[in-house]
């Protein structure tokens, strides 16, 4: 008796799939009892899964594992794109099992792996399984791309709207959560971190329904433009059809993105404070956890006896000062230092420790204004980018004017579609006539300016200081980035 195994695949959930899925295993069952030198060791079923990766088809790699294990002689299946629809999968696992001993029948197809032309008309009928993944692939994309542009809502319920049957909705009750977030954020200037302690110890919950807010949630959601009524599309992509791994969209394709979209949930002062506030706290890219970066020395200026960090303290009309933020909670005893720091003092020792350093300034200017002007260069290129950008919007509008000629789209829709492409225009068109196109005349006298320490500018100065101690004895040591020793100033 030959011993033999039945594997059925259906792609969707679908009732009339799951109909399909039943009468397979219906068929098969009788096919095998007819067959008298045949025994009917097992069915494998996969429903609602995918034929273009074996990755996550439990029951196929199981029916695998299986005839590796000699446990059946034959394996009947309806067709290649049942097996398959990746090639390199069909051929791969086809020769695997032929070596095993445990030959593969396409019915189908009428296809048997134990002939001798069986892998070239596999390598046909996989070739076509997969080109049609490719084609359903496509048509699904394009599909769903217009969809996006229509306004229908691709993802997830998220706190403060429930999302469902592609429109957006708010829920009152989580809305109001939401709104103290920004709140206490953009005008309250709290820290995420902070944020996240006063909600736990509220016992306010996520979405999720726990009482644990992360800090990079907060962070998140202050960042997703739907509260302010905006809505942005396809920021995750599936590059490849056969893998169906999601990845992040980095340019790879174009968003979707419609501007008041729907009911915001944050006014749009508030969110774009809010923005401004995220950037400004932003460090070289990530959240810093400690100080703000609000003045030049924020975070800058240490304390030469407890190690903590000044905080800054000015009186209505008077010069800013630093102080030890360890003195400021405990009180003078607390730490011992006995003294903080006017911030013009500060700023002028900053320029005495920057005009200190033996350097070459001819050739350093020479050497900024190159850089200088390699980024106005790129900021060239950028308006370029911009340019192409408004090419491509306006090719898909005249798209969409062949498509509502060919009936294709319904004149509503030709009205949207071509009403958003342009204001998307139009706001990059604006962007584009903000950057400049010149290098400028006065470019070295600048650079020169700010070598010279002529400058009063802040973020300058910040950018060069990694760390300035105070000293009990009233010392002050300027550690500058990159320079192995701290320069010292005489108590003032």
């Not at 299986?66 to 446990?71: F, H, K, Q, T």
């Amino acid at each position: 008796m030959i011993k033999v195994a039945v594997y059925c695949r259906v792609s969707t959930e679908k009732d009339d799939q799951a109909n399909s899925f039943e009468a397979q295993q219906r068929y098969f069952k009788e096919y095998i009892d007819r067959k008298p030198e045949w025994e009917h060791y097992r069915t494998y079923a996969d429903e609602g899964i995918t034929g273009t990766s074996t990755k996550n088809r439990a029951q196929f790699n199981r029916m695998i594992e299986d005839a590796r294990e000699g446990l059946f002689e034959l394996i009947v299946t309806k067709e290649v794109s049942r097996f398959s629809r990746n090639i390199l999968d069909t051929i791969s696992y086809t020769r695997e099992l032929r070596a095993l001993g445990v030959g593969v029948i396409f019915m189908s197809d009428g296809i048997s792996t134990l002939e001798p032309d069986a892998e070239l008309r596999l390598s046909i009928m996989g070739s076509i399984a997969q080109e049609e993944s490719r084609k359903t692939s496509a048509r699904v994309k394009w599909g769903q791309t217009r969809q996006m542009e229509r306004g229908v809502v691709f993802g997830r319920s998220l706190l403060g709207y429930d999302v469902k049957n592609g429109k957006i909705t708010i829920d009152p009750d989580e809305a109001e959560l939401v709104r103290l977030i920004f709140y206490k954020y953009g005008v309250e200037k709290k820290s995420a971190s902070a944020i996240s302690r006063e909600l736990e110890k509220s016992g306010f919950r996520t979405r999720a329904g726990n009482t644990h807010w992360r800090r990079a949630y907060i962070i998140k959601l202050l960042k997703n433009e739907k509260y302010a009524g905006d809505l942005v599309q396809k920021k995750t992509i599936t590059p490849d059809y056969l893998s169906h791994e999601k990845k992040y969209n980095h340019g790879e394709e174009p968003l979707v993105v419609i501007n008041n979209h729907h009911e915001p949930i944050i006014d749009r002062e508030l969110w774009n404070e809010v923005q401004k506030e995220l950037e400004k706290r932003n460090l070289r890219g990530k959240y810093s956890s400690g100080h703000s970066n609000r003045y030049a020395f924020s975070g800058k200026i240490i304390c030469g006896e407890c190690g903590a960090s000044f905080v800054p303290r000015c009186k209505k009309g008077a010069v800013r000062r630093w102080y030890c933020s360890a003195a400021v909670k405990s009180g003078v005893k607390g730490c011992g230092i006995g003294r903080g720091i006017r911030d013009d003092k500060a700023m002028e020792i900053m320029k005495k420790a920057i005009a200190s350093l033996e350097l070459n300034y001819d050739e350093l200017i020479r050497e900024l204004t190159i850089l200088a002007s390699e980024a106005v260069n790129s900021g060239k290129d950028s308006a370029d980018k911009l340019r192409l950008e408004i090419e491509r919007l306006n090719r898909k509008k005249e798209a969409v004017l062949d498509s509502f000629f060919s009936g294709t789209i319904t004149e509503e829709e030709m009205r949207l579609m071509k009403g958003r492409y342009d204001c998307e225009i139009k706001a990059l068109r604006e962007k584009l006539g903000s950057i400049s196109e010149s290098c400028g005349e006065n470019l070295r006298e600048k650079v020169t300016e700010i070598v010279n320490g002529d400058t009063d500018r802040e973020s300058f100065y910040r950018a060069l200081l990694e760390r300035m101690t105070v000293c009990k004895d009233g010392r002050i040591e300027v550690k500058l980035k990159s320079l192995p020793e701290p320069i010292a100033f005489s108590p003032f």
